[in-house]
C-alpha cells in the first residue's frame, strides 16, 4: 500500500495560512458589498469599475494581513525576494514550454483539446500554475533554469508581462536579433527563452509557419472593419457614466481606501508591501544594488568596468542571481511536494491581473473570429 508523503511542518504552514488568506478575502468582499459604510465612498466613482475594485481589494487586504510583518523587516525582504524570484522560476520554465507548444500549434502541428484560438495562449499562460497542456518541472528542467541565472545570459529582468508575444518573439526571430550585439533592452524575447533554445535546440520552433494566426488575422480583419464602418454610421447619442474610474492599481488610491476605512495597522502593512513591489521593479538600479552588497554579509568581487555604478550594479545583480540559484532547489521541492497532494498553487495578485484582462482579450478575439467567418457566409466555429 502506498504510503502518503508526510508534508513538512514550514510546507504545512503555508498552505494553512493560503486558507486563511481565503476566508479573509470572502470576508472583506461581504463586508464591503454590503455595509453601507462604504456606499458614500463608491457613489463618487464610475458604477462598472467598483465591482472590480472590491473584488481586488479583498485580496489585497488579505495579503496585507497575512503577509505584512514580512515586508516591514529590510533583511525579510531581501530574502524574501528572493524565495519569490525563485520561485517565479518554475513559472518561467512552463511559460517555455507551453510557448513551445504555441508554435507547433500554430503551425498545425499539434491540437490541444479546448484550445481554439491563439488569444487562448495568453489566458493560459496568465494561469500557467494550473495550465493541463505541459508536464509538472522536472529535476532535469530545474537544474537548467539554475544554470541559467548562474550563465551571466540572465540579464537584469527575470520578470515578464507577456511571456507568450509570439508576434513579436517571431519578428525579432526572422530579423536575426543578437542580444550580445544589438541593444539587449531593445529585446522582446525572455534572456531564458534564448538560453533554453540553445541548450534544449528549440530554436527552429520560430522558424514553423504561423498557419493557424494568418487564417485567424483574416477573420478578424474583416470582423473590425465592419465594427468601424457601424461605428461612422452611427450617430445616436450614448448615455455613459462620466464618474471617474475607481481602480484598485491606482495605489494613492489604495492608500486613501486603507487610511478611510482600516486601521493604522494595515495601512503600515499597506505601505510596506506596496513600497517592497516599488522596490522590486527597481533593485538592479545604483541604490538598491549598493544596499544588496552592504547587506551580503559575504566578500563580493567587483569586475573591472569604464562606468563603475555599472560595475556595482552588476556585482549585485551576480549576488542575487547565486542567492536565488540557491534557493531554486528547494523551491522546486515544495513544488513536487504539492503536485505530490494534489495541493492547488495560488495565483499572485499580478497574474490575477493579466488573468481578468486576458479573459477580455480572449473574448474580443472570439468574437471577432466568429464575427468575421459570419461575414463570410461561413459556419460560426473553429473549424477552418
Not at 487610511?259 to 538600479?285: G, S
Not at 515544495?334 to 494534489?342: A, F, G, H, L
Not at 493579466?354 to 477580455?360: D, F, G, L, P
Amino acid at each position: 500500500m502506498k504510503q502518503t508523503p508526510t508534508i513538512p511542518s514550514h510546507i504545512q504552514e503555508k498552505f494553512e495560512e493560503e486558507i486563511k488568506v481565503e476566508i479573509i478575502r470572502q470576508q472583506t468582499e461581504e463586508e464591503l458589498k454590503l455595509n453601507p459604510v462604504y456606499q458614500e465612498f463608491f457613489e463618487q466613482f464610475n458604477q462598472s469599475s467598483v465591482e472590480s475594485f472590491i473584488r481586488n481589494y479583498a485580496r489585497r487586504k488579505a495579503f496585507y494581513i497575512t503577509r505584512g510583518q514580512e515586508y516591514i523587516s529590510q533583511e525579510e525582504q531581501v530574502a524574501f525576494r528572493h524565495k519569490m524570484v525563485a520561485e517565479e522560476g518554475l513559472w518561467a520554465i512552463q511559460q517555455k514550454k507551453l510557448f513551445n507548444l504555441q508554435c507547433q500549434w500554430r503551425a498545425e502541428l499539434i491540437k490541444l483539446k479546448g484550445v481554439e484560438h491563439s488569444a487562448q495562449f495568453q489566458l493560459l499562460s496568465a494561469n500557467i500554475q494550473h495550465c493541463p497542456y505541459i508536464s509538472p518541472v522536472s529535476k532535469a528542467e530545474m537544474e537548467l533554469y539554475v544554470s541559467f541565472l548562474r550563465s551571466g545570459q540572465a540579464g537584469t529582468n527575470l520578470s515578464f508581462d507577456n511571456w507568450q508575444d509570439y508576434e513579436s518573439f517571431k519578428a525579432e526571430h526572422q530579423a536575426n536579433f543578437i542580444p550580445s550585439i544589438d541593444d539587449i533592452d531593445e529585446a522582446h524575447m525572455p534572456a531564458w527563452f534564448r538560453y533554453y533554445d540553445e541548450l534544449m535546440s528549440t530554436g527552429h520552433l520560430l522558424d514553423l509557419p504561423d498557419i493557424r494566426g494568418d487564417k485567424e488575422n483574416r477573420y478578424r480583419s474583416i470582423s473590425r472593419q465592419r465594427q468601424l464602418d457601424k461605428m461612422k454610421r452611427s450617430t445616436e447619442a450614448k448615455q455613459v457614466d462620466s464618474r471617474p474610474y475607481l481602480s484598485i492599481y491606482d495605489i494613492d488610491t489604495v492608500e486613501s481606501f486603507v487610511k478611510k476605512f482600516e486601521d493604522r495597522k494595515l495601512l503600515k502593512y499597506c505601505r510596506a508591501v506596496e513600497n517592497f513591489q516599488q522596490q522590486l521593479d527597481d533593485h538592479m538600479e545604483l541604490e538598491e544594488a549598493i544596499e544588496t552588497l552592504k547587506l551580503a554579509q559575504t566578500p563580493i568581487s567587483i569586475r573591472s568596468n569604464k562606468d563603475w555604478k555599472n560595475a556595482v550594479i552588476e556585482a549585485a545583480q551576480r549576488f542575487e542571481f547565486e542567492q536565488i540559484a540557491n534557493m531554486v532547489p528547494s523551491v522546486h521541492q515544495e513544488y513536487v511536494i504539492r503536485m505530490e497532494n494534489s495541493i492547488s498553487f495560488q495565483q499572485s495578485l499580478i497574474d490575477k491581473k493579466r488573468e481578468e484582462y486576458s479573459y477580455q482579450v480572449c473574448e474580443n478575439a472570439k468574437r471577432q473570429i466568429l464575427d468575421g467567418r459570419n461575414i463570410l457566409g461561413e459556419q460560426e466555429n473553429f473549424k477552418f
